[in-house]
């Protein structure tokens, strides 16, 4: 054999590929090591380049110069309530919250306040109360704390006092300076979606305000501070929202919850102006963080989850505009019959500069919204004096990033943003000035809203300054590292090309061409004063097309082959191929999209002439086939829960276990002793043990009883048990792959509410009969054939001198688990967007809102099909007598060409929700390629490893 020759450092890259060969065995974790550095580096680069924080800090504060209506201001956030929950009238014509209807039909103004994804608490809030829209990585850093400085109204506040929830207050208290924002928050253990009615959430705010007002008579110093002007009063009521999840947005529940805070607001606002004398100086906004779909979740963009109410009334705002037509794409006035009252909408960062106008406090330095005018009662000069206090604080920001950006830039290589210059920002405002100095209101108000849309496009232009240039080192980078294992896969793997001539004495030129770019690079970085990510991303391509280059003798060998060939067979081939990944691109739109291709999987063997030589096999295929063809056309799992279906599920796999145990007993390869059949006894246990608890649980949440206590100690220990108990089972393939499948069935039976829980069964059928078909395909391309599957040990599959090069059918076998894989995430429509999440999955393990338990617990239910699929690509591997890397290098090549794919389909224009889907399936695509190196380890140590827990059994020791 060929010993290999690896001078230098950057051509340790070319050793690491090659793991197979003896010399090099120890590159095995080194290449994966760096095939994993390199995809963590384009994960990663997402977030610089689409997601980097849009904060910037040094801005003077800005305040309106003329006194303000009001001194004090409450804040009423519904959680989670839907504009047309609140506005929408009952069947019978009355108001479902009757005080609040009465509101905005007689003493206040209202409209819908537009979200923007994610539609999450934290970022709905950071919106609302310090008007500026959160970048996603924020809300991965801290749900509760900080992760970032920055400034809110309560922080201009002189006093604010909040009520409500210990995952929302405690992130503007601890974000405040000085010691003026107080908190008082229930336990997070009351957060219960099991419950007996989580409106007593709300019932213990409204409680809590009350006897805090009744105190303060008792105590002068807090009675003189609630006296004095810019106090904010914020009462956070969670109940709507944990009840919508619970229950639906459409349940009894929900709605009684609605009821239940119109009465408390009510109560409130008549205890305040009791408190304070009605002196009319309280301004009063009832709005929502989010809105909720009709399956009870919330996370992305469809309207009923962006679509929030907002109801102003008391100290200057506007009373109610009747009119007599207006214009609006929705038909919602109609269906709310309020067609005749002028609806003013808003972005929902307009709340804040509306809350600081009204009390008179400075506008948060980093607000980004434009204050809504309609909403005001007050003076022309007030409100043109106002919109000039918004320009200058939202120029504030633009002056202070683009500075930062012309700071960090050459100056023959800045390109400022042309249409603020320094002489047009001076223009803007002395133009503005002056209106309001000659009375000319309107115009100093017109003026001022194109200072603030021009601002906003300039901080947009210089927040995306480097886009282009990061992207385009990204790019370059992943069609390199493509190019590379393409050319690893050709070299070592097929006899595509000659035999390697090592020349010892190689050409040093390309190596000193290539340190001289990456010293170039660097140079210019350097004097730039550039993060130290953009060293990675812009030197990432110089080492890896140093090693391209260095198997220059390669592509030319494959150019020689390829010329030889017909040129139908090989345009045919490539079309084949770009169809393919088309196919996967396509699904992640369209799920349907899988439908198709598990069709046409069906019909495999037929256009082969396989079924020929395997009838009854071939027969079972097409059926799976069919039968999986069907779970992507049904709706996205969560929306409609159905428990009998996960019952039924359950029930099935275990009459499963008795055949499958009973045609084991029968077979050449009986279980070897008690042990075995113990742990098989037991894994079927587990199964009955966990329909049971889901069909329990279920009828007791349903009767408000909340989660017992036995059920959520049987799930966790059902979940702990599930990844040691297929060790303990044989290594015999069908043995070992089945136990795998039993014990992961009792977890996902768990974590079901409907449907999804028969997947896995259809999926690892399938995944069985792929090992099959796979052998067929061995022996019908007449490449050599090993023993019967039957007997087939995974213990004893690593004899290297067994392994074959590579044939063209197994780029067909490769597809086929991509595609899976991604059938597997998508089959049921786990992950098609954040908000088809369902809470209701995790409700056997616990019941108590918290965010990354419940997160992780969704994230295991969404990986379970993916390690099913990937133990079978393990038994595909083993049975085929391919190297554990040759199939899988493969594999790396088209999910990296899918990547690339949603690469530069990232877009960061048009909605709101085309912006996060393009984000998130490039992440998406990208985690799934990491996740498949790990996978690919873990199936390694699912199917070939074995504990031991007797010592009378003998068995062959890894």
């Known amino acids: 054999m060929e010993t290999s020759h690896c001078p230098g450092l950057l051509s340790l890259l070319q050793c690491w590929a090659l793991p197979w060969w003896p010399p090099v065995t120890m590159g095995v974790p080194v290449f994966i090591l760096a095939g994993l550095l390199v995809h963590f580096?384009?994960?990663?680069?997402?977030?610089?380049?689409?997601?980097?924080?849009?904060?910037?800090?040094?801005?003077?504060?800005?305040?309106?110069?003329?006194?303000?209506?009001?001194?004090?201001?409450?804040?009423f956030v519904a959680?989670?309530?839907?504009?047309?929950?609140?506005?929408?009238?009952?069947?019978?014509?009355?108001?479902?919250?009757?005080?609040?209807?009465?509101?905005?039909?007689?003493?206040?103004?209202?409209?819908?306040?537009?979200?923007r994804v994610p539609t999450e608490s934290r970022p709905g809030h950071v919106a609302l109360i310090a008007g500026f829209y959160e970048d996603v990585s924020a809300v991965a850093k801290g749900w509760k704390e900080n992760p970032v400085e920055f400034d809110s109204v309560f922080n201009e506040s002189k006093h604010t006092w909040s009520w409500g929830s210990p995952d929302?207050?405690?992130?503007?208290?601890?974000?405040?300076?000085?010691?003026?924002?107080?908190?008082?928050?229930?336990?997070?253990?009351?957060?219960?979606?099991?419950?007996?009615?989580?409106?007593?959430?709300?019932?213990?705010?409204?409680?809590?305000?009350?006897?805090?007002?009744?105190?303060?008579?008792?105590?002068?110093?807090?009675?003189?501070?609630?006296n004095e002007e810019k106090v904010v009063l914020f009462l956070h009521l969670l109940g709507i929202d944990t009840n919508g999840h619970a229950h639906r947005p459409?349940?009894?529940?929900?709605?009684?919850?609605?009821?239940?805070?119109?009465?408390?607001?009510?109560?409130?606002?008549?205890?305040?102006?009791?408190?304070?004398?009605?002196?009319?100086?309280?301004?009063?906004?009832?709005?929502?963080?989010?809105?909720?779909?009709?399956?009870g979740s919330h996370g992305a963009g469809h309207?009923?989850?962006?679509?929030?109410?907002?109801?102003?009334?008391?100290?200057?705002?506007?009373?109610?505009?009747?009119?007599?037509?207006?214009?609006?794409?929705?038909n919602f006035l109609k269906e709310w019959k309020l067609e005749n009252l002028k609806r003013m909408d808003v972005n929902q960062a307009d709340i804040a500069p509306l809350m600081a106008s009204l009390i008179g406090v400075p506008f948060p330095l980093n607000s980004v919204g434009t204050l809504p005018l309609e909403y005001l009662n007050?003076?022309?000069?007030?409100?043109?004096?106002?919109?000039?206090?918004?320009?200058?604080?939202?120029?504030?920001?633009?002056?202070?990033?683009?500075?930062?950006?012309?700071?960090?830039?050459?100056?023959?290589?800045?390109?400022?943003?042309?249409?603020?210059?320094?002489?047009?920002?001076?223009?803007?405002?002395?133009?503005?000035?002056?209106?309001?100095?000659?009375?000319?209101?309107?115009?100093?108000?017109?003026?001022?809203?194109?200072?603030?849309?021009?601002?906003?496009?300039?901080?947009?232009?210089?927040?995306?300054?480097?886009?282009?240039?990061?992207?385009?080192?990204?790019?370059?980078?992943?069609?390199?590292?493509?190019?590379?294992?393409?050319?690893?896969?050709?070299?070592?793997h097929t006899n595509l090309i000659k035999a390697a001539q090592i020349n010892n004495k190689e050409s040093t030129g390309p190596l000193y061409s290539f340190m001289f770019a990456g010293m170039i690079i660097a140079f210019f970085l350097l004097i730039q004063a550039s993060p130290w990510t953009y060293y990675v991303y812009c030197l990432l391509p110089v080492p890896i097309w140093y090693a391209v280059v260095r198997e220059l003798h390669v592509i030319q060998d494959l150019a020689a082959n390829l010329w030889s060939l017909p040129v139908g067979h090989s345009v045919g081939f490539l079309l084949i191929c770009i169809l393919g990944i088309e196919l996967l691109v396509f699904s992640f739109f369209y799920r349907s999209t899988l439908t198709v291709g598990l069709l046409v999987f069906a019909g495999w063997p037929v256009i082969t002439q396989m079924w020929v030589q395997a009838k009854r096999t071939t027969l079972i295929w097409t059926l799976l086939c069919v039968f999986l063809a069907v779970f992507p056309l049904m709706p996205v799992v969560g929306r409609e829960p159905n428990i009998p279906l996960v019952i039924v599920a359950g029930l099935t796999t275990l009459l499963i276990s008795c055949f499958s145990l009973a045609s084991f007993s029968r077979s050449e390869n009986k279980y070897r002793g008690k042990e075995d059949l113990k742990v098989y006894f037991y894994q079927m246990f587990s199964i009955a043990l966990s329909t049971y608890v889901v069909s329990s649980t279920h009828n007791s949440l349903k009767n408000k009883q909340g989660l017992p206590v036995f059920n959520q100690i049987v799930s966790w220990m059902t979940l702990a048990s599930s990844s040691a108990l297929p060790l303990l089972s044989p290594t015999l393939l069908f043995q070992r792959l089945f136990s795998i499948l039993l014990s992961l069935m009792a977890t996902y039976l768990l974590l079901s509410t409907g449907y999804e829980a028969l997947f896995p069964l259809v999926l690892s059928g399938l995944m069985l009969v792929w090992i099959q078909m796979e052998q067929e395909a061995l022996q019908h391309y007449g490449l050599s054939l090993r023993s019967k599957l039957a007997v087939f040990n995974f213990a004893y599959a690593t004899d290297i001198t067994q392994f074959r090069q590579l044939h063209l059918d197994d780029i067909r076998r490769s597809f086929f688990f991509v595609f899976f894989i991604v059938t597997a995430f998508f089959g049921t429509g786990n992950i098609?967007?954040?908000?088809?999440?369902?809470?209701?999955?995790v409700y056997c393990f616990l019941t108590v809102f918290s965010p990354f338990m419940m997160g992780g617990l969704l994230l295991?239910?969404?990986?379970?099909?993916?390690?099913?699929?990937?133990?079978?690509?393990?038994?595909?591997?083993?049975?085929?007598?391919?190297?554990?890397?040759?199939?899988?290098?493969?594999?790396?090549?088209?999910?990296?060409?899918?990547?690339?794919?949603?690469?530069?389909?990232?877009?960061?224009?048009?909605?709101?929700?085309?912006?996060?889907?393009?984000?998130?399936?490039?992440?998406?695509?990208?985690?799934?390629t990491i996740f498949m190196m790990l996978m690919n380890g873990l199936a390694q140590l699912l199917t070939t490893k074995r504990l031991e827990l007797s010592r009378r059994t003998k068995h062959h020791s890894m």
């Not at 839907?82 to 905005?104: G, H, K, V, W």
């Not at 200057?316 to 037509?325: A, I, K, L």
Request: hydrophobic share 40%.
């Open 860 to 928: 295991l239910k969404v990986v379970i099909p993916f390690v099913l699929v990937s133990c079978a690509f393990e038994a595909v591997q083993v049975t085929t007598q391919l190297s554990s890397k040759s199939l899988f290098l493969i594999v790396l090549v088209i999910s990296d060409i899918m990547a690339l794919h949603f690469f530069f389909l990232v877009k960061d224009y048009g909605s709101w929700l085309d912006i996060g889907t393009s984000i998130s399936h490039y992440v998406l695509v990208m985690s799934l």
């Open 250 to 295: 459409y349940s009894k529940e929900y709605k009684e919850n609605i009821r239940k805070v119109d009465e408390g607001v009510e109560e409130i606002v008549s205890m305040l102006e009791s408190f304070y004398g009605n002196d009319g100086k309280t301004a009063y906004i009832l709005t929502s963080d989010h809105g909720m779909t009709d399956w």
């Open 378 to 492: 007050n003076s022309d000069h007030f409100k043109a004096e106002s919109m000039f206090t918004n320009a200058v604080q939202v120029l504030e920001q633009f002056k202070v990033k683009m500075s930062q950006k012309k700071r960090t830039t050459l100056s023959f290589l800045f390109t400022p943003f042309k249409p603020l210059s320094d002489s047009e920002q001076i223009n803007f405002l002395k133009k503005a000035r002056l209106y309001i100095q000659q009375q000319k209101y309107s115009e100093a108000v017109s003026l001022c809203k194109t200072l603030i849309n021009l601002a906003l496009k300039g901080l947009s232009y210089y927040h995306t300054y480097d886009r282009l240039f990061l992207g385009l080192s990204i790019a370059v980078s992943f069609v390199g590292w493509t190019t590379y294992v393409i050319l690893v896969i050709i070299k070592t």
């Open 168 to 226: 929302i207050l405690p992130m503007f208290a601890k974000g405040a300076t000085g010691d003026h924002v107080y908190t008082f928050c229930y336990t997070a253990e009351s957060e219960d979606f099991g419950a007996q009615d989580a409106a007593e959430l709300d019932t213990w705010v409204f409680d809590h305000v009350k006897s805090f007002f009744n105190s303060s008579r008792s105590n002068q110093t807090l009675f003189s501070a609630l």
């Open 79 to 115: 959680d989670g309530l839907r504009a047309d929950s609140l506005f929408e009238l009952n069947s019978n014509n009355t108001p479902q919250a009757p005080y609040l209807r009465a509101i905005l039909e007689n003493n206040g103004s209202w409209g819908i306040s537009h979200t």
């Open 303 to 330: 309207p009923s989850e962006t679509l929030t109410p907002l109801i102003a009334w008391g100290a200057g705002v506007n009373y109610p505009q009747e009119v007599t037509s207006q214009l609006f794409e929705d």
């Open 41 to 75: 580096v384009f994960l990663a680069s997402i977030f610089d380049i689409y997601f980097s924080s849009p904060l910037v800090h040094g801005m003077t504060p800005q305040q309106t110069p003329l006194p303000p209506p009001a001194k004090r201001l409450v804040l």
């Open 832 to 841: 098609a967007s954040v908000n088809s999440f369902d809470p209701a999955s």
